[in-house]
């Protein structure tokens, strides 16, 4: 979709021994889009193109994540001419050229289901400030049929979890505003230690259940087949040696070691350092007992 989608606009793309050789002849033009499948960081791509590109550009079937209309806040911040439609529709008239800008990015809003995860996992509690409810609509209910307690309020949410969560039915990863796939991992590690059988449907990456596997060499009871896999709940996890296989499986494993009985070594923690800013030290401010080397 990226590579395709940048054709569109006149770039000459040659893949050669894993290699992308990008050219352009000129300036890139404007054209007509439709995506085959709502991606976030093709819409991305597309949209951070087009902004300087010749004529206009209409992308169809544009992802609707918030990170979305907060990028074209910023671009149109910046000088570039960036509309959103209602049906989700993205147009954008090129300009000559972008100008410096000062811009408030959105408060991360998987870094926030994460905390709540982690917070749930050790049947804990937590406050979240700064952060904007509306969109995690698709997560708290998830957080709530697992036994917890939320109070949301304008900008800030708090979560009380039970001493043990309950099963969720099933958790199906969709686009916006659907089940983030990034908040899959980790509501999976909290549900290794349910009182019943989840379910998890991945619609939305292949090969998302990585993580499975490392959990289960802390005691997990996972089964995967293909896009589904049906964790039943123990009562404990024990600690282990695991290894980080991206960025929310790495978040997963964090969250699973929380409340595993021992001590855990998480590797290759590079993975979740690109996606979690100081994620040891606020977790340690909650009380984790956690040591980065």
Do not use: W
């Not at 904007?132 to 997560?139: D, E, K, R, S």
């Not at 998830?142 to 036994?147: M, R």
């Not at 999976?188 to 292949?206: K, P, Q, R, Y």
Request: hydrophobic share 40%; with cysteine.
């Amino acid at each position: 979709m990226h590579l395709s989608s940048l054709k569109k606009l006149g770039v000459k793309i040659t893949e050669d021994h894993g290699y992308l050789d990008c050219r352009v002849d000129g300036k890139l033009k404007g054209a007509v889009i439709s995506m085959p499948f709502p991606s976030v960081g093709a819409t991305e791509n597309v949209m951070l193109a087009a902004c300087t590109a010749d004529g206009d550009t209409v992308i169809h079937n544009a992802a609707r994540e918030p990170e979305i209309q907060d990028l074209a806040g910023f671009l149109n911040a910046a000088g570039a001419k960036v509309s959103i439609r209602e049906n989700g529709t993205v147009y954008i008239k090129g300009v000559k050229k972008l100008n410096s800008a000062e811009y408030s990015v959105i408060p991360d809003r998987i870094a926030a289901a994460t905390y709540l995860c982690c917070a749930a996992i050790t049947g804990g509690s937590i406050v979240l400030h700064e952060v904007i409810p509306g969109h995690l609509n698709a997560v708290l209910p998830i957080l709530e049929e697992a036994g917890c307690t939320i109070r949301v309020k304008y900008d800030t949410i708090e979560l009380t979890a039970p001493v043990r969560p309950k099963p969720v039915r099933m958790v199906r990863t969709m686009p916006y505003p659907g089940f983030p796939t990034d908040a899959q991992s980790p509501m999976m590690a909290l549900s290794c230690i349910a009182d019943g059988t989840s379910v998890f449907v991945e619609n939305i990456f292949e090969s998302r259940y990585k993580h499975a596997a490392e959990l289960t060499r802390m005691g997990a009871r996972i089964k995967v087949e293909g896009r589904v896999a049906v964790v039943e709940g123990t009562r404990d996890l024990h600690g282990a040696t695991v290894f980080c296989t991206d960025l929310r499986g790495g978040a997963a494993l964090v969250t699973a070691a929380l409340t595993a009985q021992g001590k855990s070594e998480i590797a290759q923690i590079s993975h979740i350092e690109r996606g979690y800013q100081d994620f040891d030290k606020n977790l340690s401010s909650l009380g984790a007992m956690i040591i980065k080397r």
